[in-house]
C-alpha cells in the first residue's frame, strides 16, 4: 500500500501561483496513475487532474484547463501540481490519489477510482 503525503498549500492573493506537491512513500510509483482533487465544505470530492503512469497522458477538469498542470517524477517518486491564476473559487483542501494501473497511458477522474489517498493540504486564495 502506498502512502501519500501533499504539501505546498497556504495563502495566495487572486492571481497567484502554487505548486502542490504529493510525495509517495511504500512503494514506487511508477506503475500507479495518480489524480489531484478537491474538496469544499457541503460539496462531493471533485476532480482536478490526472495523469497516466507513463507520464504522457494528462486530463483536466474544465475549470482549471490552461492554468493548472499535473506533473510527476517516478525517479524522485513525487507528483506535483502547478496551480497558476488562482481564483478565489480555487480555494479547498487539496487531495492526491494513487493506483494501480494496467496499462501506461490510461488515466482515471473519478475519486472511486483511487484506492489510496493522502490527508490532503489546504489552498486558500484570497480576491
Known amino acids: 500500500q502506498v502512502q501519500l503525503v501533499e504539501s505546498g498549500g497556504g495563502l495566495v492573493q487572486a492571481g497567484g501561483s502554487l505548486r502542490l506537491s504529493c510525495a509517495a512513500s511504500g512503494r514506487a510509483i511508477g506503475d500507479l496513475a495518480m489524480g489531484w482533487f478537491l474538496h469544499t465544505p457541503g460539496k462531493e470530492r471533485e476532480f482536478v487532474a490526472s495523469i497516466s503512469r507513463s507520464n504522457d497522458r494528462t486530463y483536466y477538469a474544465d475549470s482549471v484547463k490552461g492554468r493548472f498542470t499535473i506533473s510527476r517524477d517516478n525517479h524522485k517518486d513525487t507528483m506535483y501540481l502547478q496551480m497558476n491564476s488562482l481564483k478565489s473559487e480555487d480555494t479547498a483542501v487539496y487531495y492526491c490519489?494513487?493506483?494501480?494501473?494496467?496499462?501506461?497511458?490510461?488515466?482515471?477522474?473519478?475519486?472511486?477510482?483511487?484506492?489510496?489517498w493522502g490527508r490532503g493540504t489546504q489552498v486558500t486564495v484570497s480576491s
Open positions: 490519489a494513487a493506483r494501480e494501473s494496467p496499462e501506461p497511458t490510461i488515466f482515471y477522474a473519478a475519486p472511486a477510482d483511487f484506492g489510496s
